[in-house]
């Protein structure tokens, strides 16, 4: 197989740390998920970004966990501002204080994430397993614009608030955001283990499409609304990562440089550490970034397919997930041998850890 020409990359989502006050069922940080005593200190941290901003880095999201539980992340943000680097904080924001963002604000922050597992405060506080977030994170999001900085408003979509897709768009425009991401769920990692609590069912999904379509047009010049489609009901599946390590890529808490944020599932590949080779090396050479970069490493039929320079033949990770071979045709796409049973799959038990026992697992 070639090495497919490889340019530098733009963005890097930094997992700082797996700390989180929050429970989501669907969280995408791994099922064995890393003590506080793993994680990279300051110093690697500060080293990792120094080497990206060398290497042309455009762009680094700050999550988690959550990311704010780090004591050092003034310090982190300041030394990516003054490589010139965007810096986005992607929080739950729950144990956020007017101080704690006032000091992110001041080091250079650029832009602000804030996620809410409900648009009505009963799902926030269902969801995420946590007293009165709802009424925290109202408050985060009006100190966000309060200082201005631009907001996100992240509405993570799955069966148990898909009817509140209208509300969180009054939510967003009450908030002052400047975007609202509609995502829905994608099903691997610990969404993978509790999809039988949170699959909608066909109608709420096309609902929601509907729905999206129209009020995105409304609110042209006024809120930009991003949806992460479900392609559990769609022919052809989503272009993750926009290509496997193609202009982006993430480091875990402990350092490892994946090609996307699920890609730890997949148990047949191995990752390199940021303290252990250069990221320039990493980027290049690293044997997961190359597996499935470009298109040789494709199987028919995305092989001679006309769509693959769109999809770029869809998740690894949900074909790993779902078939166990991570080459495979992702299981969404029409194509696929294994879409006919996509949605046949036997209910999976729910996972209590991260799904709280009120969570109804069945429809
Ligand atoms: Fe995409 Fe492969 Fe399906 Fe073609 S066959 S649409 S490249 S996933
Ligand atoms: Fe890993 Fe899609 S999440 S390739």
Redesign the pocket.
């Known amino acids: 197989m070639t090495t497919p020409l490889i340019g530098p990359p733009l963005g890097i989502l930094a997992e700082l740390t797996h700390r989180c006050p929050l429970q989501c069922g669907y969280c995408s940080n791994p099922v064995e998920l890393l003590k506080a005593n793993w994680e990279l200190g300051t110093k690697a941290w500060i080293d990792t970004f120094e080497q990206a901003a060398d290497l042309g880095i455009l762009q680094v999201h700050l999550s988690g966990g959550e990311p704010t539980l780090r004591k050092d992340l003034d310090e982190i943000i300041a030394c990516l501002s003054q490589r010139g680097v965007y810096t986005n904080l992607i929080t739950a924001a729950v144990t956020l204080t007017l101080d704690k963002i006032a000091g992110y604000a001041g080091a250079g922050l650029d832009h602000v994430q804030v996620s809410f597992q409900g648009a009505r405060p009963e799902t926030t506080e269902l969801v995420g397993n946590y007293k009165n977030a709802h009424k925290k994170k109202r408050q985060a999001a009006t100190w966000v614009r309060e200082l201005g900085l631009p907001l996100t408003i992240n509405a993570p979509i799955h069966k148990l608030n898909i009817q509140e897709v209208p509300e969180y768009v009054d939510l967003a425009l009450e908030l002052g955001a400047e975007r609202l991401e509609i995502a829905n769920v994608?099903y691997?990692g610990w969404a993978y283990l509790n999809r039988a609590a949170l699959l909608p069912d066909y109608d709420s999904v096309m609902r929601q499409v509907d729905y999206v379509e129209k009020i995105r047009e409304e609110l042209t010049g006024i809120l930009n609304i991003d949806f992460v489609t479900p392609d559990y009901y769609a022919d052809y599946p989503k272009p993750?990562?926009g290509g496997?390590a193609s202009d982006a890529f993430m480091v875990t808490p402990e350092g490892l440089a994946l090609?996307?944020?699920?890609?730890q599932s997949i148990t047949t590949l191995s990752f390199d550490k940021v303290t252990d080779k250069p990221l320039k090396d990493i980027w290049e050479t690293s044997e997961a970034f190359n597996r499935y970069r470009g298109f040789d490493w494709m199987p028919e039929p995305c092989r001679s397919c006309e769509r693959k320079e769109i999809d770029f033949g869809g998740?690894?990770?949900?074909a790993f997930a779902m078939t166990g071979d991570a080459a495979a045709t992702d299981p969404t796409c029409i194509k696929s041998p294994h879409h006919a049973t996509l949605r046949d799959l036997p209910p999976a038990e729910p996972i209590r850890k991260r799904v709280m026992s009120k969570m109804p697992v069945s429809a």
């Not at 998740?315 to 949900?318: E, G, L, N, V």
């Open positions: 994608q691997y993750c990562m496997w090609p996307c944020h699920a890609a998740c690894r990770c949900q």
